[in-house]
């Protein structure tokens, strides 16, 4: 038989040991706080009713004496501070004469460019306007495969539009919208003038910048469905930050123009075979590469002693080192394999550099 007393002890020593479990698996496990995501419209409609006021519509006229097809041009964007800093692509306002700036509350207003980053298809508004709907700003590193996402934007000028979809995958890149791509794919539908506005998840938070939808190769082709791009978040943040603290993003240059080192290529060039690197098609003039001697045709092996697998990751390497960084590069030239050093500079701001680290 047991005593009531000593009952109380063995139910008080459980929960203490339960308690002290559960905590250590919040400690490493901290997104077990997080609610799971609703699995019925009524939640996504709470989604909504927290992130859409903070989306906003974009309205774009040419400069003076100039016509763009379907004037006035339509886009989206996304409150993401107090101060009216409004998040959207570069491509919604880029060579614009006129912007106007709609919320969802109805005011409009002309806003101000804080400033832009082409590489990465990002602009960054800001309106004059008080009492904001201001967005809460998710996180896309964790975001997987499958989680239910909603577009919210002005396409063909219906503003306020919400479409549901998931996430069809995530790192998409090589797409060619911009020099620096880490896209969130997802099929919720994404139409001319979605660009700018929010990807949700179901809690209302920003995850991403709608960007880009596949669209026809050509006339009489079947138009892809379901195939829409999103900038992700954590991007977005950095972009911004930079943007509002130094008027631009500071990128460490090479100037290089690279492509993938192709399997059949490595023989050829007197490597061996199954060696991996990129291969350089041009070196821009006057540049950090230039200066250090690396050549047209040179084979580039390894940055600062890590492999280099493709251009798109050296690419990145070289963007993430602020410029003045002294790097090694390993250097296949007609068979000779040799190490040189480059100083880097500021990547200038824009693309028609041929987009090379």
């Known amino acids: 038989m047991i005593r009531p007393a000593a009952a109380l002890r063995f139910a008080a020593q459980s929960i203490t040991a339960g308690l002290a479990v559960a905590f250590i698996a919040v400690v490493l496990r901290p997104e077990l706080l997080l609610a799971p995501q609703p699995a019925s419209t009524s939640g996504w409609a709470d989604a909504v009713a927290v992130g859409a006021p903070a989306v906003v519509s974009i309205y774009t006229a040419a400069p003076a004496g100039l016509a763009w097809p379907g004037n006035p041009g339509l886009g989206s964007g996304v409150i993401i501070s107090a101060e009216g800093h409004v998040a959207t692509n570069w491509h919604v306002i880029e060579g614009a004469g006129d912007i106007r700036v709609q919320l969802a509350d109805g005011r409009s207003t002309t806003p101000r460019l804080v400033g832009a980053d082409p590489d990465t298809e990002l602009a960054l508004l800001q309106i004059d306007l008080t009492d904001l709907p201001v967005i ?13 996402v909603l577009a919210v934007g002005n396409p063909f000028g219906l ?28 099929d919720a539908a994404i139409n001319l003038g979605n660009s700018g506005g929010a990807l949700l998840d179901t809690r209302g938070r920003l995850i991403g910048i709608n960007t880009a939808v596949v669209g026809a190769a050509a006339p009489g082709d079947d138009t892809p469905e379901g195939i829409g791009f999103a900038i992700p978040v954590d991007l977005v943040r950095e972009v911004t930050q930079q943007l509002l603290r130094d008027g631009r993003v500071i990128r460490g240059w090479l100037g290089v123009e690279p492509i993938d080192l192709a399997p059949g290529r490595a023989s050829l060039l007197g490597l061996e075979a199954g060696t991996t690197g990129i291969e ?11 200066v250090a001697g690396l050549q047209r045709g040179d084979v580039l092996l390894s940055l600062d002693g890590e492999p280099l697998r493709h251009s798109r990751q050296a690419l990145s390497r070289v963007a993430a080192k602020p410029p003045g960084t002294r790097v090694v590069v390993e250097v296949a030239r007609r068979g000779e394999i040799f190490r040189i050093e480059a100083v880097l500079r500021e990547r200038p701001p824009q693309r028609a550099l041929r987009d090379g680290p």
């Not at 809460?136 to 239910?148: D, F, Q, W």
């Not at 350089?280 to 230039?290: K, R």
């Open 136 to 148: 809460r700003m998710g996180r896309s590193a964790r975001l997987r495969a499958g989680e239910v």
């Open 159 to 186: 503003s306020q539009t919400v479409t549901q979809g998931i996430v069809s995958a995530v790192g998409r890149g090589e797409l060619g919208v911009a020099t620096f791509e880490d896209f969130i794919q997802t």
């Open 280 to 290: 350089l098609l041009g070196v821009a003039p006057d540049s950090p590469a230039q």
